[in-house]
């Protein structure tokens, strides 16, 4: 008989199964905020619902339940440096848009210009998931950017498809 799983063979299991890379944003009183966030999923045709499951302890759980909208950016194949940006929180230390790097979308949240494409919904419902809130969005707005190949997070590194 098998030990119940530590956390550590967990993210092990987990971390192969891939995902593709996504930078979640938010803003909220004249402030933005992003981070990357590869546990996202769609949800529902009807309604268009998407789901992100956000750590209780980052900044951004407690802004993006407050603003009440976010916008999911897709990552491309070249878009690594970005991923690794917004998962670094040195980053909260200054801006972390570039003037020209964004544009701010119907939610309020920018959106990445370099994203292959971006989803902008308005919080729907939460759900407690453990040291986690899934966080359910009504897509309010949505469009793909171009045809690049996607970025994706795999065994605990960035990889590209082929």
Known sequence: MNAPPTKAAFRYAVGHFATGVTV???ALAGRMHG??????????LDPLLVLVSVERSTVMHGIV????SFAVNILGERSESTARFF???????????REGGYWVGATGSPILSEATGYLEARVHSTHPGGD?????GEV????ILSEEEPLIYYRSGY???G
Request: zero cysteines; aromatic letters at 4%; charged letters at 20%.
């Open 24 to 26: 979640m944003t938010t």
């Open 35 to 44: 981070m990357t966030v590869s546990a996202f999923a769609s949800v529902s």
């Open 65 to 68: 339940l407050e603003s009440g």
């Open 87 to 97: 998962a670094d929180n040195t980053r909260l230390q200054a801006s972390e848009f």
């Open 132 to 136: 986690h809130t899934v966080i359910l």
């Open 140 to 143: 309010v707005a949505l469009e």
């Open 159 to 161: 990889r590209k498809l």
